[in-house]
């Protein structure tokens, strides 16, 4: 079951832009009854593959792999794991994590890892990687829908950032 916080990465962009959002939201509260959703369920199971292919002992000799995946079959909600996402979806986001690691020489990676910034604020990084040098920092957050999404500046990830920076799970790097 998923741990929602009061603060969270992915609402920071509209707490920052609108502070009041939070109490305005309380007064009309959201059902989570039928909230969920095909494009929704979608990316929950790319997200866990995602989450698989990267989540492995890396003292170990074996590597996932998305053929794994594929052959082995993969669904969430309903929503099958199909070709056109795994070479539409899947294969350019492991070719974007794997361009990061090999750009910043990540060694090291927490997949999935929950940080908290207070009792109520925080939320769990798709992807935290560190260099080997340990002077760079990846954060990655997995987006499979078709709204293009900044990088630079990006509310969430900067959220994601001093969560990891003060979260004694993730502050030694």
Same mark, same amino acid.
Request: proline letters at 4%; glycine letters at 6%; a negative charge.
């Given at each position: 079951?998923?741990?929602? !916080? ?23 509260? !959201?059902? !989570? ?57 899947? /294969? ?80 030694? /790097?």
């Amino acid at each position: 079951m998923a741990i929602h !916080l009061k603060h969270g990465g992915s609402t920071a962009a509209r707490t920052i832009q609108c502070p009041a959002w939070q109490r305005l939201s309380a007064e009309v509260p !959201l059902t !989570l009854e039928g909230a969920a959703n095909a494009p929704a369920d979608e990316g929950t199971m790319l997200h866990n593959c995602m989450e698989e292919l990267y989540d492995y002992d890396l003292t170990t000799s074996y590597v996932p792999d998305v053929s794994d995946l594929w052959s082995e079959g993969r669904e969430y909600n309903g929503q099958h794991l199909t070709a056109d996402h795994v070479d539409n979806k899947l /294969w350019p986001a492991i070719q974007a994590v794997d361009d990061l690691m090999e750009e910043y020489d990540i060694t090291e990676w927490k997949v999935e890892p929950f940080v908290k910034i207070d009792t109520d604020i925080g939320g769990s990084i798709d992807f935290l990687g560190v260099s080997d040098d340990k002077k760079t920092v990846v954060i990655v957050d997995y987006k499979f829908g078709f709204v293009n999404v900044e990088v630079e500046e990006n509310a969430q990830a900067q959220f994601y950032a001093l969560a990891a920076a003060i979260d004694p799970l993730t502050s030694d /790097w």
